[in-house]
C-alpha cells in the first residue's frame, strides 16, 4: 500500500510560479512511477505528466511542455511539479498518483486507469 499527500496548491496570477509536492508512504517508492494529473471543473481527469521510475524517463502532456517540469527524491519518497509561466486555463485540482512497475505493463503510463494509487488532490488557481 502507498499513502500519497499532495501540497503546495493555491492562489496565483498568471505568469507566476507554483511547485506542488506529494510525498509517498512505503519502503520501495523507488519501483514506482509517480503521475500527476489534473481535473478542472466539469471536466475529465487528464494527464499532465510523469517520472518513472529511479532512473527513468520524464514525459509530459503537450500542453505543460516546456512549462512544468517534475523531479522526484527517491530519499524523501517525494515527487514534485514545477510549475512555471501560469496560465488560468492551468486551473484545476491537481493530483498525483503512483503506479508499480515491478510487474508488467507500460513504461510510460499516462492514463487514469494505469494507476494504483491517489492522492486527495490540491486545488491551483491561476487568476488572470
Known amino acids: 500500500q502507498v499513502q500519497l499527500v499532495e501540497s503546495g496548491g493555491g492562489l496565483v496570477q498568471a505568469g507566476g510560479s507554483l511547485r506542488l509536492s506529494c510525498a509517498a508512504s512505503?519502503?520501495?517508492?523507488?519501483?514506482?512511477?509517480m503521475g500527476w494529473f489534473r481535473q478542472a471543473l466539469g471536466k475529465e481527469r487528464e494527464f499532465v505528466g510523469a517520472?518513472?521510475?529511479?532512473?527513468?524517463?520524464?514525459y509530459y502532456a503537450d500542453s505543460v511542455k516546456g512549462r512544468f517540469t517534475i523531479s522526484r527524491d527517491n530519499a524523501k519518497n517525494t515527487v514534485y511539479l514545477q510549475m512555471n509561466s501560469l496560465k488560468p486555463e492551468d486551473t484545476a485540482v491537481y493530483y498525483c498518483?503512483?503506479?508499480?512497475?515491478?510487474?508488467?505493463?507500460?513504461?510510460?503510463?499516462?492514463?487514469?486507469?494505469?494507476?494504483?494509487?491517489w492522492g486527495q488532490g490540491t486545488q491551483v488557481t491561476v487568476s488572470s
Open positions: 517520472r518513472s521510475w529511479s532512473g527513468g524517463s520524464t
Open positions: 498518483a503512483a503506479r508499480w512497475m515491478g510487474v508488467p505493463g507500460p513504461s510510460r503510463p499516462s492514463r487514469t486507469d494505469e494507476y494504483d494509487y
Open positions: 512505503g519502503r520501495t517508492f523507488s519501483m514506482y512511477a
